[in-house]
């Protein structure tokens, strides 16, 4: 039995770590898509292309997200908006849109 718990733990694991590979894929396709959008003017519309190919899917899936309409749409307004995934992550940047946030609604 315990040998069973064991095995079940280390797949559970492996599992969480190829999510999160694939979660970094999907990070770096938002990455080139932003840096399209800057260069091109067209990072909207490659987002979305891969998003809705059969390897994007497939990558959407692996991560953990379902690769259906409404996430190619927030993946479009995330890279219409040109903020890097790496900035869009950290502390400061959540807390200048919070700031934001708070500074509108007091208005």
Do not use: H
């Not at 219409?80 to 940047?93: I, M, N, P």
């Amino acid at each position: 039995m315990r040998d069973f718990v064991d095995g079940t733990a280390f797949n559970n694991e492996q599992g969480n770590r190829a999510r999160k590979l694939f979660a970094a894929v999907v990070l770096a396709a938002l990455d080139d898509a932003i840096a399209d959008d800057k260069k091109y003017g067209n990072g909207p519309e490659q987002i979305a292309r891969w998003a809705r190919s059969r390897d994007g899917r497939e990558v959407l899936s692996c991560a953990g997200i379902d690769p259906n309409e409404r996430v190619v749409t927030g993946l479009m307004d995330f890279v219409g908006k040109g903020v890097r995934t790496s900035v869009a992550l950290s502390r400061e940047e959540s807390e200048r849109r919070n700031a934001a946030e708070q500074d509108a609604r007091a208005a």
